[in-house]
C-alpha cells in the first residue's frame, strides 16, 4: 500500500467512526431494509458505506435524517428541484388540482397550456409529448428517431446515463461496451454504437460506417461526471450528423431548465433535432419526462393523420399527461420563465465555486479537478483533467478518494451523489453562504489528505 492510500484508508477508518455515531437509527433502518428490499434501498445508487441514512423529511435546501442530522443538500432529488425542495406555490398548485382529480385518464386542458409553454421556452420546438420518466422519453425519442429516418444504429457517448431502457443501457461503465446489467440480451445493444465524448474522429467513424438514425447525448456529461464539451464540440456534432443524415437528440434530462431556462440547446446555441426531458420538467413531482422536437418528426406519432398502428411511432402510458405532475411542471417552469433573471446569477455563482475549488486542487499537489457547467459540479481524482468518461475513470489516483470525499462531507452536514462519482446539483436557492461552507470542507478535506 502506497503512503497516501496508507492514509487515505485511516481517513475513512476515523470518519466512519464518526458516522457511525451520528447515526444509529439509520444503522438500525438499513439492517431492517436489507430484508425486505435488495441492497436495502430502491435504487442502488443511494446506497453509500458502511450504511446510507434514511431521510425523513426535506425543506428548501436541507434535508434531515432518522437520526435527526441536518445536512445540506447537494443532490436535490437527482437534480430534479431547481427551486428547492417543496417550493409553497408548486405545492399549493398541486394540492388544489388534486382536488379535481389526481389523473383523469382523458384529454385535459393543462396539457394543452403546459405544451405551447414548453414549445415558446425550448428552441427548435414545435410539439410535444410527455411520458413518465427521462427513460421513457429516451425510449421513445429512439424509436421515433429510427422511424423518421428509417435507419436502425444509434449512437451514444461513454458515460452517457439515459435510463434503464434496453437499447441504451450500455457504455456508461467501464470497459463501456456489452450489456451493463444481468438479463440484458447483447442483442438488445447490437445496433447501439459508444463513442467518448469530446472525441469528433470516433463520432465521424461510427457516423461513417453504420445507417445510423440518431446521435443521444447530454450535451454535459451528467452521471458520467458533470464533464463540459470541449469548445466548439457540440457544433461539429451538429455538422456531422447533418452530413451523414442522422438525427440529433439532445437527452436535457438533467440539463433542461438548469443550464438555462432552453437547456443547453440555449446555453451552446447548438440545435437539436429532438429534445428529451424529465426531473424539472415536472416540477419535483414524480412521473415527469417529455419528448420535444419539429412538427415534421413529431407527426409520427399522429394517430388522427396516421389511423394504422403500424404505420406511426407508438407513444402512450397510463400516467402520461396526469394532472399532478402536469400541474407541479407548469408552475415552476411558468415561474421560472417569468424570472428569467435567475440564471444569470445562479451560473455566474457555480462557475465561481467551480473555479474556487478547482485553484485548491492545484494548491493540493493537483490531486483533483473540478468540471462542469454553471450549476453542475463534477470533482475528479484524477491525474489529468478529463474530457470524458473514460479518462474519469481510467486516470484515477485512488478510488479510495472518493468513498473519503462522500463520507467526510456526510459527517460535515453536506450530502450529494454518488460515493463512486461525485456530482453535484445545487439549486437556485443555495446562497453564496451555502457555496462557501462547501467550499471549506472540500479544502479542508484536501489539507488533511495532502499535509503540507
Given at each position: 500500500?502506497?503512503?497516501?492510500?496508507?492514509?487515505?484508508?485511516?481517513?475513512?477508518?476515523?470518519?466512519?467512526?464518526?458516522?457511525?455515531?451520528?447515526?444509529?437509527?439509520?444503522?438500525?433502518?438499513?439492517?431492517?431494509?436489507?430484508?425486505?428490499?435488495?441492497?436495502?434501498?430502491?435504487?442502488?445508487?443511494?446506497?453509500?458505506?458502511?450504511?446510507?441514512?434514511?431521510?425523513?423529511?426535506?425543506?428548501?435546501?436541507?434535508?434531515?435524517?432518522?437520526?435527526?442530522?441536518?445536512?445540506?443538500?447537494?443532490?436535490?432529488?437527482?437534480?430534479?428541484?431547481?427551486?428547492?425542495?417543496?417550493?409553497?406555490?408548486?405545492?399549493?398548485?398541486?394540492?388544489?388540482?388534486?382536488?379535481?382529480?389526481?389523473?383523469?385518464?382523458?384529454?385535459?386542458?393543462?396539457?394543452?397550456?403546459?405544451?405551447?409553454?414548453?414549445?415558446?421556452v425550448i428552441p427548435n420546438v414545435e410539439m410535444v409529448r410527455f411520458s413518465n420518466s427521462g427513460t421513457e422519453a429516451n425510449m421513445y425519442a429512439v424509436r421515433l428517431a429510427r422511424a423518421y429516418t428509417g435507419r436502425r444504429y444509434v449512437i451514444k457517448m461513454e458515460?452517457?446515463?439515459?435510463?434503464?431502457?434496453?437499447?441504451?443501457?450500455?457504455?456508461?461503465?467501464?470497459?463501456?461496451?456489452?450489456?451493463?446489467?444481468?438479463?440484458?440480451?447483447?442483442?438488445?445493444?447490437?445496433?447501439?454504437?459508444?463513442?467518448?465524448?469530446?472525441?469528433?474522429?470516433?463520432?465521424?467513424?461510427?457516423?461513417?460506417?453504420?445507417?445510423?438514425?440518431?446521435?443521444?447525448?447530454?450535451?454535459?456529461?451528467?452521471?458520467?461526471?458533470?464533464?463540459?464539451?470541449?469548445?466548439?464540440?457540440?457544433?461539429?456534432?451538429?455538422e456531422l450528423v447533418d452530413r451523414y443524415g442522422a438525427l440529433l437528440i439532445f437527452d436535457e434530462v438533467i440539463t433542461g431548465f438548469r443550464l438555462a431556462l432552453g437547456g443547453g440547446q440555449e446555453l451552446f446555441n447548438v440545435r437539436a433535432d429532438i429534445v428529451t426531458?424529465?426531473?424539472?420538467?415536472?416540477?419535483?413531482?414524480?412521473?415527469?419526462?417529455?419528448?420535444?422536437?419539429?412538427?415534421?418528426?413529431?407527426?409520427?406519432?399522429?394517430?388522427?393523420?396516421?389511423?394504422?398502428?403500424?404505420?406511426?411511432?407508438?407513444?402512450?402510458?397510463?400516467?402520461?399527461?396526469?394532472?399532478?405532475?402536469?400541474?407541479?411542471?407548469?408552475?415552476?417552469?411558468?415561474?421560472?420563465?417569468?424570472?428569467?433573471?435567475?440564471?444569470?446569477?445562479?451560473?455566474?455563482?457555480?462557475?465561481?465555486?467551480?473555479?474556487?475549488?478547482?485553484?485548491?486542487?492545484?494548491?493540493?499537489?493537483?490531486?483533483?479537478?473540478?468540471?462542469?457547467?454553471?450549476?453542475?459540479?463534477?470533482?475528479?481524482?484524477?491525474?489529468?483533467?478529463?474530457?470524458?468518461?473514460?479518462?474519469?475513470?481510467?486516470?484515477?489516483?485512488?478510488?479510495?478518494?472518493?468513498?473519503?470525499?462522500?463520507?467526510?462531507?456526510?459527517?460535515?452536514?453536506?450530502?450529494?451523489?454518488?460515493?463512486?462519482?461525485?456530482?453535484?446539483?445545487?439549486?437556485?436557492?443555495?446562497?453564496?453562504?451555502?457555496?462557501?461552507?462547501?467550499?471549506e470542507e472540500f479544502k479542508n478535506l484536501l489539507s488533511e489528505v495532502i499535509r503540507k
Amino acid at each position: 500500500m502506497s503512503i497516501l492510500s496508507g492514509r487515505i484508508q485511516e481517513l475513512i477508518d476515523r470518519y466512519a467512526k464518526i458516522y457511525m455515531e451520528r447515526t444509529g437509527r439509520s444503522r438500525e433502518l438499513f439492517e431492517r431494509a436489507r430484508k425486505v428490499l435488495p441492497g436495502g434501498t430502491t435504487y442502488q445508487i443511494r446506497y453509500f458505506t458502511p450504511y446510507p441514512i434514511y431521510v425523513t423529511r426535506a425543506s428548501g435546501v436541507k434535508v434531515w435524517d432518522a437520526d435527526g442530522n441536518e445536512y445540506v443538500d447537494y443532490w436535490m432529488g437527482h437534480g430534479t428541484h431547481i427551486l428547492g425542495h417543496s417550493p409553497d406555490f408548486v405545492v399549493k398548485a398541486v394540492n388544489e388540482a388534486a382536488y379535481g382529480g389526481t389523473h383523469l385518464g382523458y384529454p385535459n386542458t393543462l396539457e394543452v397550456e403546459y405544451a405551447e409553454l414548453l414549445t415558446k421556452v425550448i428552441p427548435n420546438v414545435e410539439m410535444v409529448r410527455f411520458s413518465n420518466s427521462g427513460t421513457e422519453a429516451n425510449m421513445y425519442a429512439v424509436r421515433l428517431a429510427r422511424a423518421y429516418t428509417g435507419r436502425r444504429y444509434v449512437i451514444k457517448m461513454e458515460g452517457g446515463w439515459h435510463g434503464g431502457y434496453d437499447g441504451l443501457h450500455v457504455g456508461v461503465n467501464p470497459p463501456f461496451e456489452g450489456p451493463e446489467s444481468l438479463g440484458l440480451p447483447p442483442e438488445h445493444i447490437k445496433y447501439t454504437l459508444v463513442v467518448p465524448f469530446n472525441d469528433l474522429d470516433a463520432l465521424e467513424k461510427a457516423l461513417r460506417g453504420f445507417d445510423v438514425a440518431a446521435v443521444i447525448m447530454e450535451p454535459v456529461l451528467g452521471s458520467g461526471g458533470c464533464i463540459e464539451p470541449q469548445p466548439g464540440y457540440l457544433k461539429s456534432v451538429r455538422e456531422l450528423v447533418d452530413r451523414y443524415g442522422a438525427l440529433l437528440i439532445f437527452d436535457e434530462v438533467i440539463t433542461g431548465f438548469r443550464l438555462a431556462l432552453g437547456g443547453g440547446q440555449e446555453l451552446f446555441n447548438v440545435r437539436a433535432d429532438i429534445v428529451t426531458l424529465g426531473k424539472i420538467v415536472g416540477g419535483g413531482y414524480p412521473g415527469a419526462g417529455a419528448i420535444a422536437s419539429r412538427s415534421e418528426i413529431m407527426e409520427l406519432l399522429n394517430q388522427v393523420k396516421k389511423p394504422s398502428a403500424r404505420a406511426r411511432s407508438f407513444h402512450g402510458g397510463t400516467f402520461t399527461g396526469n394532472r399532478i405532475t402536469l400541474t407541479a411542471g407548469y408552475a415552476l417552469i411558468s415561474y421560472l420563465n417569468h424570472h428569467r433573471a435567475l440564471y444569470e446569477n445562479f451560473n455566474n455563482l457555480w462557475n465561481w465555486v467551480r473555479g474556487e475549488m478547482d485553484k485548491a486542487c492545484e494548491e493540493y499537489g493537483r490531486i483533483c479537478w473540478v468540471t462542469g457547467v454553471g450549476s453542475m459540479l463534477g470533482i475528479h481524482f484524477t491525474r489529468n483533467r478529463p474530457i470524458n468518461a473514460r479518462i474519469a475513470y481510467i486516470d484515477r489516483i485512488d478510488d479510495g478518494l472518493y468513498s473519503l470525499l462522500h463520507l467526510y462531507m456526510r459527517t460535515r452536514g453536506i450530502l450529494y451523489m454518488t460515493e463512486h462519482t461525485a456530482h453535484l446539483l445545487p439549486s437556485m436557492i443555495h446562497t453564496g453562504d451555502h457555496a462557501r461552507a462547501l467550499m471549506e470542507e472540500f479544502k479542508n478535506l484536501l489539507s488533511e489528505v495532502i499535509r503540507k
